[in-house]
């Protein structure tokens, strides 16, 4: 059972410290929206093509040219909304959030600052050691995407691509709920186990499609429990954002360095500043980009382009009644169904993938074997050889077949060791395979006695031996197996030595 706990128990932030502080972190995360088409136009998201050839006149910005609401996107937006327990705003609207960068032609970004698509909503994440932290999310909103420059291609020279402009992107902000950097990544790696199971975007970050950035600031012991009192962002100190985070493990090395340098300022009697950073993976550092802007910066204002967006109450319990079952249902049903541990239950949800994998192999069989032998043999061998659960040379049909033959004593596991070694290189149906190579297991008890009899004719010593230990027992039993190949059925084994010795 887990241990549910909110808010969790502030961790002491050490290095470096002459005194105790405690961390508070939030992320407002990037996820790019998974449609073939951008969010006001018809141009195509596909990933790695020729700079500047997915990009339409409204992506360009060219004069005259309006934006025209992707309905796909919408629903991709209600869906992540309905994951993650949040309510869905049946009216929202759309705004202008006015900044120039080279990489964004409009000189604006149309994003949801007043009225966002999805509001208030809560994320389950475990942390790996029977607890686990209900993190709240603040809203989600839609906006587009900017471009990307380019500044090493040239030494003089910058350039632009525009193919990810205008593509639609999820925020999703979380309250100042995360208080460390392990708990910071688990949020952002269950955010994406469920945006995957939804199929609402597919978590590749490698390919910047979900990136976070990272809030973080430091108080002293008790400040955080007057903020939930008080609800004044003030008890929490001066925060530094973190921008385009886009790895689980850098996440993590940049809060831990981040906080460590607040420290040092305020203990040496200086001021933290409001500020956006980057994060330096060779050096292990943050560094400063810019001032921190505020909403007002900016100057938001309805974009008079674009309706306000209603939906109907009917659409969206149409959505919520076609949903997947979500990660945290799955381990749970996993876990009553086939008596599997926690640890295992969520191995096997990590993906939807592995879970349809793991119950085709354990429907109408024992649940704990067929786990251990999808976590422990497919899984390992998989990452060994560096392929995917999609490109697996076993089958859920062949490794059930091989437990199945385990069941019925056919074959030992020492034997099923072997045979899904066949099964992985050459292919093939595991029964045949036994058969055509006789691999079943003997338990012929007469065949058995008379290896026994043998054996123990010809070490009079070890009987006299086994007479007063008989640890010594297990010595004939390997040397039975030995004689038969490793075919000997081992309870039959045993169950010989014990009556030949007795």
Not at 357 to 369: C, L, T
Request: net charge negative.
């Amino acid at each position: 059972m887990l241990d549910l706990t909110y808010p969790a128990p502030a961790p002491k932030v050490i290095q470096g410290a002459k005194e105790d502080w405690e961390l508070v972190i939030g992320l407002e995360v990037h996820a790019q929206v998974a449609s073939k088409a951008k969010l006001f136009s018809g141009a195509s998201t596909a990933f790695g093509a020729e700079p500047n050839s997915n990009v339409s006149f409204v992506d360009a910005a060219m004069p005259g040219m309006l934006p025209v609401i992707n309905e796909f996107c919408v629903e991709q937006a209600v869906r992540t909304g309905l994951g993650l327990k949040a309510e869905i705003n049946l009216a929202s609207a759309f705004d202008r959030k006015n900044y120039f960068y080279p990489d964004l032609p409009q000189g604006y970004q149309i994003s949801q600052l007043y009225h966002p698509i999805v509001g208030e909503g809560e994320v389950l994440v475990e942390m790996g050691d029977g607890t686990a932290r209900t993190v709240r999310i603040e809203r989600i909103h839609l906006e587009q995407d900017a471009g990307k420059s380019i500044h090493d291609m040239d030494p003089t020279l910058s350039f632009v691509d525009l193919n990810r402009t205008g593509v639609a992107l999820m925020e999703i902000v979380s309250r100042p709920d995360i208080r460390g950097p392990e708990e910071a990544a688990a949020y952002v790696a269950k955010l994406r186990q469920i945006m995957r199971y939804l199929g609402t975007c597919d978590g590749n970050m490698q390919n910047g499609n979900l990136r976070a950035d990272v809030n973080v600031s430091v108080c002293r012991p008790g400040d955080y429990e007057r903020y939930q009192e008080t609800q004044e962002f003030s008890h929490l100190g001066t925060r530094c954002e973190i921008k385009n985070m886009n790895s689980l493990r850098f996440i993590q090395a940049a809060i831990e360095h981040e906080a460590r340098r607040q420290i040092a300022i305020l203990e040496d009697g200086g001021a933290v500043v409001q500020e956006t950073r980057l994060y330096d993976p060779n050096r292990g550092e943050t560094r400063s980009m810019r001032s921190k802007e505020e909403a007002h910066d900016y100057r938001y204002f309805p974009d008079p382009d674009l309706l306000p967006l209603e939906i109907e109450q009917g659409w969206v319990d149409a959505i919520a009644s076609a949903l997947p079952e979500l990660p945290d249902e799955k381990k749970a049903r996993l876990m009553a169904e086939y008596g599997i541990k926690d640890y295992d239950a969520s191995v096997l949800t990590a993906d939807a993938e592995s879970a349809a994998f793991f119950e085709a192999v354990a429907k109408g069989r024992d649940g704990k074997q067929a786990a251990n032998w999808v976590i422990n043999d497919l899984f390992g061998r998989l990452k060994a050889d560096e392929t995917a659960l999609a490109d697996s040379p076993v089958s859920a049909a062949q490794l059930g077949g091989i437990l199945d033959l385990i069941g019925s004593d056919k074959i030992s596991g020492k034997i099923a060791k072997e045979l899904f070694e066949i099964v992985w290189t050459e292919g093939g149906d595991p029964a045949s395979i036994v058969d055509e190579r006789g691999m079943a297991q003997v338990t012929d008890t007469g065949a058995i006695d008379a290896a026994l009899d043998e054996i123990i004719a010809a070490n009079p010593a070890q009987v006299e031996k086994a007479g007063t230990n008989p640890k010594l027992a297990g010595w004939f039993v390997g040397q039975v197996m030995k004689a038969t190949g490793g075919k000997a059925n081992p309870k039959a084994v045993n169950e010989a030595v014990r009556r030949k010795l007795a």
